[in-house]
């Protein structure tokens, strides 16, 4: 760990820096606000004292301390805006971090707490030398869940009534990442791929197809690949007709990065069915799930139909978007909590 103060630190859009005294009116504010506080460590009201206190503590302090936690405030680049903060707690004498944030609702959306965190994550690993950084949270803050996914953390474990907040007893999911994973984090691909293949199942290989997965936060989404395989192997039965599965391992520049599904038409079911599309949370952001929808459809045409459906789970991190950018329209269709959809060509 360092001996000098903390820097400030700068984003493209965005200034970490100490916090000041005069933080606590917007830190108060912030923390008032029912969604901010929900799933989290304090509760509302939020009193003006313990802010001016908590402000007053972290600005007395020329950096973070091990056990204590600690806090940046995060603005723009004037110093203006005060979007939220970035909390942090050093243990074992500074070589392990945990990270924390909260931002107002009205900055909610913009990327804001994820590129203040991978600016945090730099200096951590890059300059202190950190050897581990954890984050913590409620099972059901998927959106904060989403905001260490995207700084390459990955989640090692779901604790049972391992966290109180004031009478209320909850589960905590924990998330962790090493300099290793750091790197390999930020080393990934992330240029959309010269040639996006679909392949047959083949066993040579199979295991590291199986190991492919996208985010925790993503994983009630969709089922995993392993899920498919056994419904190739044992296909369901559906108004008295067995399915026929058309699974495909996705390849990106030669390299297998995900998985596809159709359900073949069928005398009872002529429209085809997306079944399943699972692109690993390594190559996500790379334009490959609209290239595969591409060949879905390529297929589904040589099946000499006329359209092709497809359904998902509502909520935070849907697919809904996704299909609904490429011209899938929702049949007013509630399948198992699922939204139907069709694409007409």
Request: some cysteine; charged content about 25%.
């Amino acid at each position: 760990m360092t001996d000098n103060p903390f820097p400030e630190l700068r984003t493209e859009r965005l200034l970490l820096r100490a916090p000041r005294t005069g933080d606590a009116e917007a830190l108060w504010q912030r923390r008032n606000v029912a969604e901010v506080a929900h799933l989290q460590s304090w509760t509302v009201p939020y009193l003006r004292r313990d802010a001016d206190e908590l402000i007053a503590a972290v600005a007395a302090a020329e950096g973070p301390e091990p056990d204590r936690w600690w806090m940046l405030t995060v603005t723009d680049h004037a110093d203006e805006t005060i979007f939220g903060d970035l909390a942090l707690h050093l243990s074992w004498g500074g070589r392990t971090a945990e990270v924390g944030y909260t931002f107002g609702p009205e900055h909610w959306g913009h990327g804001y707490a994820t590129e203040a965190l991978h600016a945090l994550l730099t200096h951590l690993f890059d300059e202190m030398d950190i050897t581990r950084a954890t984050g913590q949270l409620h099972p059901d803050n998927l959106a904060s869940a989403r905001v260490l996914e995207r700084c390459g953390f990955e989640f090692e474990g779901h604790t049972r009534n391992s966290y109180w907040s004031g009478d209320d007893n909850s589960d905590d999911w924990i998330y962790g990442m090493t300099p290793e994973q750091w790197r390999a984090w930020n080393d990934r691909p992330r240029h959309a791929p010269e040639v996006v293949e679909l392949l047959e199942p083949y066993p040579v290989g199979l295991r590291h197809v199986l190991a492919l997965a996208p985010h925790k936060s993503q994983q009630h989404l969709v089922a995993p690949i392993a899920h498919s395989f056994a419904q190739i192997a044992v296909p369901p039965v559906d108004d008295g007709v067995a399915v026929t599965p058309w699974p495909r391992v996705i390849h990106a520049d030669g390299e297998p990065v995900g998985f596809v599904m159709m359900e073949e038409p069928n005398e009872v079911h002529r429209v085809p069915f997306l079944w399943r599309l699972v692109i690993d949370r390594r190559h996500q952001g790379r334009g490959i799930g609209r290239r595969v929808v591409e060949q879905v459809v390529a297929q589904a045409r040589v099946w000499e139909v006329d359209a092709l459906q497809v359904s998902w789970v509502p909520g935070i991190g849907s697919p809904g978007p996704f299909y609904e950018s490429l011209g899938f329209v929702p049949t007013g269709e509630v399948d198992e909590g699922e939204i139907v959809a069709e694409l007409r060509f």
